[in-house]
Every structure is written in structure tokens, then in C-alpha cells.
């Protein structure tokens, strides 16, 4: 009796599906959990890293962003750009209208930053990867989020490429240390008991 070619595609998901848990496909296997492809992750990581952190002392250096006045025409110049709609996210013009109106210009230019500076120090050196992808992902975006494009896209893709890497593009850096001394909370240690259901 023959069997059907879907059939057998089922049983291998059925197989691969072991104890609850989808398997990665070999690819992103390779790519996302290989750790002898650790090497491939340097490059993006100095790069993304480099990019903030050059934007991080470029803003350091400008006193006009510094003391907020740069940060402040900005975010005017996005509430006049929704007023207009130019831009469809009237959730973000009343977001940054808050921070005219809280006149925390100050504040939110020295803590972008020191954010893009902690940011690409942390990606370059290897050190929480993924949460500082993330983090500088977040900063980067708010710019993507008005419509100006710039660098953006970019950054903002070989961030989420990082963040889905985060268990190997560290591991030629910091996280090589830091994930095994820490942990992370999903994941049991031998030995360890459950909790009963």
C-alpha cells in the first residue's frame, strides 16, 4: 500500500514536535543557534554598534542637542507634520505634543544620547545582544515612526536580525560569559524540579 507524500510530511512535523516543542528548521538552526557561526554575527554587531555609537557622540558633542533645542524642533516639526497628515500615527504626535508641553526636552536628549551610546558600547563588546538591539532598535525607530526615513530601515533591520540572534551574536563577546553566569529564567538547570501542575 502506498503512502501519501503529506502523510509523511505530517508525521515528520508530528516527530519534530517533541515533547510540546516545534523544532527550528535546519536553517535558522544554523543561522540563530550555531555557535560556530558566532564569527558571521561580528561583523553586524560592529556595525550597528559603530552607527550608534557615532550618532551617540555626534549628539554629545552638539550642544544645540544637548541642551535640547535640536530634539525640541523636531518633535514640533512632527506634531506639524501629523496636523497636516503627513504622518498617519496621531498616537505618536500625542505622544511627543506630552513632551513639548512637559518641556522635557532636556531630559529626553541627554537620555537618547547616553541610550545610543550604552546601546552600540554594549552590542560591540558582546553584552546582552538582543535587549541592547533592542533598546537601540526603540530609540532608532522613533525617527522611522515619524516618516523621516534616513538610516532607520536599516538599522532597524540588522537590529531585529540581532535581537532574533541574540543566544549566538554574543558569543564572541561578552555573552559568551554573561547568558551561562546568569541564566535565563526559561530555562531549568539539571536537577532542577518543576513546579506540580
Known amino acids: 500500500m502506498a503512502t501519501n507524500p503529506s502523510d509523511r510530511r505530517g508525521d515528520r512535523f508530528a516527530e519534530s514536535a517533541v515533547d510540546g516543542d516545534v523544532r527550528d528548521p535546519p536553517i535558522a538552526r544554523a543561522i540563530f543557534r550555531d555557535t560556530t557561526r558566532a564569527w ?94 533592542f533598546g537601540g532598535a526603540l530609540m532608532n525607530s522613533s525617527a522611522s515612526l515619524t516618516g523621516i526615513a534616513g538610516s ?8 531585529l536580525c540581532l535581537m532574533l540572534g541574540w543566544r549566538v551574536a554574543g558569543f564572541v563577546g561578552l555573552d559568551r560569559v554573561l547568558l551561562p553566569t546568569l541564566g535565563a529564567a526559561w530555562v531549568t538547570t539539571p536537577g532542577a524540579r518543576l513546579p506540580p501542575r
Open 152 to 159: 532607520g530601515p536599516e538599522m532597524l533591520a540588522l537590529a
Open 40 to 133: 558571521l554575527w561580528l561583523p553586524v554587531r560592529l556595525y550597528v554598534g559603530i552607527m550608534w555609537m557615532q550618532l551617540g557622540f555626534r549628539q554629545l558633542a552638539d550642544s544645540a542637542w544637548m541642551r535640547g533645542d535640536d530634539i525640541l524642533a523636531y518633535w514640533r516639526a512632527v506634531v506639524a507634520a501629523v496636523d497636516r497628515n503627513d504622518v498617519g500615527f496621531s498616537w505618536y504626535r500625542s505622544l511627543v505634543w506630552l513632551l513639548v508641553d512637559a518641556n522635557a526636552e532636556q531630559v529626553a536628549a541627554r537620555l537618547f544620547v547616553f541610550g545610543e551610546l550604552a546601546a552600540g558600547a554594549l552590542v560591540i563588546l558582546g553584552a546582552f545582544v538582543g535587549l541592547s538591539a
